[in-house]
């Protein structure tokens, strides 16, 4: 079977210092660093996490080469990002949030994961973002909080 590629956003790793989010996200790393799962990690995440604290700068340290994927923020990206604001999916205020869904959108992965549940894991933006990627020929975006894409066995 082929190893999924998941882009985490900021609030994967730092959910990993959170109580209400930690279990899951740890389980996460854990499944990156046994190799079962492949991390896709954006230049724009790495940005954020320089004015994170030191041990959530540590965190996503375990995850390097040859483990994670980087991707960077394409003029292809740049767009889609700016038509979600556009389409008001989101508003201008919140660009990066849309940046991230952009990256994950034009670089195919299988699924992204956040614990962003105001901007990124809802229901309805999704249904925005998604609607945005058909119209413009990128195929719908699978968004998840890292809970819901543990194994079973992993929980």
Known sequence: MKKQRIYIDTSVVG???????????LK?????????????VSALTRIEMESAPDRVQRQLALLRDPIREDVVL??????????YINRNVLSSKHI??????????????DVLVSW??????????????????????????????????LYEKDL
């Open 15 to 25: 959910g990993c210092f959170d109580e209400e989010f930690s279990e899951w996200s």
């Open 28 to 40: 996460l790393f854990d499944l990156f660093l046994a190799g079962e799962m492949i991390p896709v």
């Open 74 to 83: 394409t003029p292809w990206a740049k767009e889609l990002a700016d038509r």
């Open 96 to 109: 990066v949030d849309a940046q991230h869904i952009a990256i994950a959108t034009v670089e195919a992965v």
């Open 116 to 149: 962003n549940f105001k901007h990124v894991v809802n229901y309805f933006r999704i249904r925005g973002y998604n609607a945005v990627n058909m119209e413009l020929g990128f195929r719908q975006i699978e968004i998840r909080s890292p809970r819901e894409v």
